[in-house]
């Protein structure tokens, strides 16, 4: 105001981003949490300007909960938070390729044969550079302990004897310990 010359120059500092006619775009990434100070100059009198701030916040990706355990067949609901971004949207991906993930819901494969640990990734959209990530543990099922004893039967008479094996799978203490019922012999 106050001439009839109402051009301004526009300038920014630091020299992050663009200004044009009154627009400031921001870069297409931003490494770190900032501040940048847009200036309006008067063209008819540079030394009249006023300013403006402007926060640039990076992008940033967050996945809860960040670990979990599954069997064999069972699933968990993961959520990535993304900020720094009018794109919240988040491509996931797995490491190893073990299970399946389809919008944050991880499920384990149907058998775990053995223990590992899955990396479930959410990699920001609009910043590929930017994710976060979950730790799933494949747990196997507990082994079933079984016993078994050969013969199964024997029919002895008074002073005779029988030996009996007992087999003890599922475990690796294959020891055993006997007793009779009832107490006879």
Do not use: C, E, H, R
């Not at 968990?76 to 900020?83: D, H, R």
């Not at 499920?107 to 730790?135: L, M």
């Amino acid at each position: 105001s106050g001439s009839s010359n109402t051009a301004v120059d526009w300038s920014i500092a630091p020299s992050v981003g663009t200004i044009a006619s009154g627009v400031y775009k921001a870069p297409a990434t931003i490494a770190s949490a900032q501040t940048v100070t847009v200036t309006a100059a008067s063209a008819a009198d540079p030394s009249k300007t006023v300013s403006a701030k402007v926060t640039l916040t990076p992008v940033a990706v967050t996945v809860s909960p960040s670990t979990a355990s599954l069997a064999g067949g069972q699933s968990t609901t993961l959520k990535a938070t993304v900020t720094g971004s009018s794109d919240t949207s988040v491509n996931w991906s797995l490491s190893p390729s073990v299970g399946t993930i389809a919008g944050g819901v991880y499920k384990a494969p149907a058998t775990v044969a053995t223990a590992q640990t899955v990396t479930v990734k959410a990699s920001s959209a609009a910043d590929a550079t930017k994710s976060a990530s979950a730790a799933i543990s494949l747990v196997p099922p507990a082994p079933v302990v079984a016993i078994s004893v050969t013969p199964s039967t024997a029919s002895l008479s008074g002073g005779q004897s029988a030996t009996l094996t007992a087999k003890v799978t599922g475990s690796s203490n294959t020891s055993v310990n006997w007793s009779i019922s009832p107490s006879m012999g």
